[in-house]
């Protein structure tokens, strides 16, 4: 069965450090793959996706993502986190030939000034 | 560009009653679906939709119900309010069959029940 682990429930990062949240999948075919961010009373906004080709790609806001196939991973990075970046973010698969998403259950990222 | 709207954004319940959250987007997106989301679990499906006319459950339906009468909008009901169906309930939408296209939210419902 399609599964996603988000394996940090909550992350501490000192403003203008290096961010990276952890995603894990498990599909039997190369999936389709994104990252949200939920900011507090918000719904969820696209900060990028993967579907194929070049495995490193760019997103809003400044982030990047890695797939590695041999991993099972789509990690979430930035180099210099803001305070505004401050939010919750969610790891999410599109398995193909289906209609439906599997979410991981989310990393709250805090920011110190 | 309204996107996906949901309305209200707050509510609060009393056990039994029942209520109806609104979804409407404006994208002529074919798929719709609701969530909800509760502290520490991510989003569970409830209910989706492939267009009008076709709904299908997801992983949490019991307690609620949908229906699609239209590409714009998927309501989705709660006949009699449990304290476990407070929640935040998310609506979104993708525009086309491939699951390559990312789905689209709306800002969410709170509703407690009480």
């Known amino acids: 069965a399609q599964s996603v682990t988000q394996p940090d429930i909550h992350i501490t990062v000192s403003e203008g450090a290096s961010l990276e949240l952890r995603c894990n999948y498990s599909?039997?075919?190369?999936?389709?793959l994104f990252w949200y961010v939920q900011s507090p009373g918000q719904g969820l906004q696209l900060l990028l996706k993967y579907f194929s080709g070049d495995t490193l790609v760019q997103g809003i806001k400044g982030f990047e993502a890695e797939f590695k196939r041999s991993q099972s991973s789509f990690n979430l990075r930035k180099p210099s986190v803001h305070w505004s970046d401050a939010a919750e973010y969610f790891c999410a698969v599109g398995a193909g030939g289906t209609y439906k998403y599997i979410f991981g259950t989310g990393t709250r990222l805090k920011v110190l000034a | 560009n309204a996107g996906v709207t949901q309305t209200p954004k707050f509510r609060i319940l009393k056990i039994g009653q029942s209520m109806t959250l609104q979804c409407t987007q404006d994208m002529n997106h074919n798929y719709m679906y609701w969530y909800r989301q509760d502290p520490g679990m991510g989003l569970k499906l409830i209910y989706y939709?492939?267009?009008?006319?076709?709904?299908d459950k997801g992983e949490v339906p019991n307690g609620y119900n949908v229906s699609r009468s239209t590409t714009e909008d998927f309501p989705l009901r709660l006949e009699l309010a449990a304290p476990s169906q407070t929640s935040v309930y998310f609506c979104?939408?993708?525009?086309?069959?491939?699951?390559?296209?990312?789905?689209?939210f709306g800002d969410g419902t709170r509703l407690s029940i009480l």
């Open positions: 979104a939408s993708r525009p086309v069959a491939n699951s390559n296209q990312p789905q689209h």
């Open positions: 599909y039997g075919a190369t999936p389709y």
């Open positions: 939709s492939v267009g009008a006319g076709i709904t």
